[in-house]
């Protein structure tokens, strides 16, 4: 999307090809972007300039990605175009008021259906005005779209989060030359962007997911025997929250290797299976690892003892009822759990671990969890779809197997 936005060519190398990204390429073309794959993970974005985006000849589609479609309302906003975003089933379930609420006080017009849900239209304005804004609940999405509004408003966005949520955004916008302020406000951050900056092209190393990185980071732990090394992995201290809980159960989990490559760390995660026992996990980690919580969950069932996740209400909000998703996953495979309120309480240790059959509901999250407990339980687990884990791990099942799993589909099942 930045590269989009900038002046001259960048470089991007290390993407991740997964449908989610796949959508945002589409997407950034229609609106006049040149976007050219040159090899596996390599890609070169002519950008058009701030303000320079044009009217898509079509709907744009985003899948499955609630992320990129909320990002890209931020920039259509403070551009004077009209678009309409839309997704798959589970995307046009996901409301959008989160964005839109805020997006109308740049002089953007939206049109959604009941719920605010997609499909969605915008009016984008031509004279964007600068937001000032308080986030209700810590959401890195919301706070990355809104900045992403202000690029090409006059005068200076302000931004107040009350925690401290992943700064990749800021992090990015800094790197293409943007004029971003960000410093210590009560227990989170204020962060004050200057609007219409001259983006300048700049080459971009994508760092290893952590997301993704978490399903064979959590394999590894759970089976014995196990041995893995994953390179050059992101480590920013906003995302590791899974990290530094798998090592509060005991995980011999090792970052060598440290580095930085465009305002972002990395580094070589050394894992070894692990005798794990259970965490209480306070709510307050939850920004720094809201994606890992169904695969977590996949590491308290294996380990001794009870484990509370606390303060899990936003997984209501994802491609499923996260929470309920996983709590129904586990309980289908011999786990004692507990929904109180927003905490999930597992026990883990089960004599008898597996079996069951789990629904996805369209959640890739949930799917490739379900499959790594599989590879870690006494019995097999079965999933009800498997098609949709591309959107943000293509090849997963394929890696998987290669490192030592035994994952097989037929049908419409895994």
């Not at 200076?156 to 960000?182: C, K, W, Y």
Request: proline share 4%; with cysteine; hydrophobic share 45%.
């Amino acid at each position: 999307m930045l590269a989009s936005l900038a002046v001259g060519e960048t470089q991007v190398t290390g993407l991740l090809e997964g449908e989610d990204v796949l959508r945002t390429v589409a997407a950034m073309r229609a609106l006049g972007a040149e976007i050219i794959h040159e090899a596996c993970g390599q890609w070169r974005v002519a950008g058009v300039g701030l303000g320079a985006l044009r009217d898509p000849d079509d709907v744009l589609d985003m899948g499955n990605s609630g992320t990129a479609a909320r990002l890209l309302c931020g920039i259509l906003a403070s551009h004077d175009l009209f678009a309409v975003l839309t997704g798959d089933a589970s995307l046009r379930r996901r409301p959008m008021r989160r964005v839109i609420e805020p997006l109308t006080g740049t002089g953007a017009r939206f049109s959604a259906r009941a719920g605010d849900r997609l499909p969605l239209a915008i009016h984008g304005t031509a004279e964007s005005l600068p937001l000032t804004y308080c986030l209700p609940v810590a959401s890195a999405q919301v706070k990355s779209a809104l900045l992403l509004a202000g690029l090409n408003s006059r005068g200076v966005t302000e931004i107040e989060e009350p925690q401290r949520t992943r700064d990749h955004t800021e992090n990015m916008l800094r790197h293409f030359g943007a004029s971003l302020r960000v410093e210590a406000h009560g227990g989170g951050r204020m962060i004050q962007l200057v609007g219409q900056p001259e983006l300048t092209a700049a080459d971009v190393i994508v760092p290893g997911d952590p997301s993704s990185a978490a399903f064979p980071v959590v394999a590894a732990l759970s089976i014995p025997g196990s041995r893995l090394t994953i390179e050059r992995v992101g480590v920013n201290p906003l995302r590791t929250g899974l990290f530094t809980t798998l090592r509060e159960m005991g995980a011999d989990l090792v970052m060598a290797n440290v580095c930085e490559a465009g305002g972002e760390l990395l580094a070589d995660l050394i894992v070894t299976a692990s005798d794990l026992h259970g965490v209480d996990v306070p709510a307050e980690r939850a920004p720094s690892m809201i994606d890992e919580y169904p695969i977590l969950a996949i590491a308290c069932a294996v380990a001794r003892g009870r484990s509370r996740l606390r303060g899990l209400g936003e997984l209501r909000l994802k491609e499923s009822d996260r929470l309920t998703a996983v709590a129904n996953m586990l309980r289908a495979n011999g786990v004692a759990v507990i929904i109180d309120e927003d905490d999930l309480v597992i026990t883990g240790g089960v004599a008898s671990l597996g079996g069951g059959v789990v629904t996805t509901h369209m959640d890739h999250r949930v799917a490739m969890s379900a499959l790594v407990l599989g590879l870690a339980a006494h019995q097999p687990v079965t999933i009800d779809d498997s098609r949709f884990i591309d959107t943000s791990f293509p090849g997963f099942i394929e890696l998987m197997n290669k490192i030592g799993g035994s994952i097989e589909t037929w049908g419409g099942n895994t």
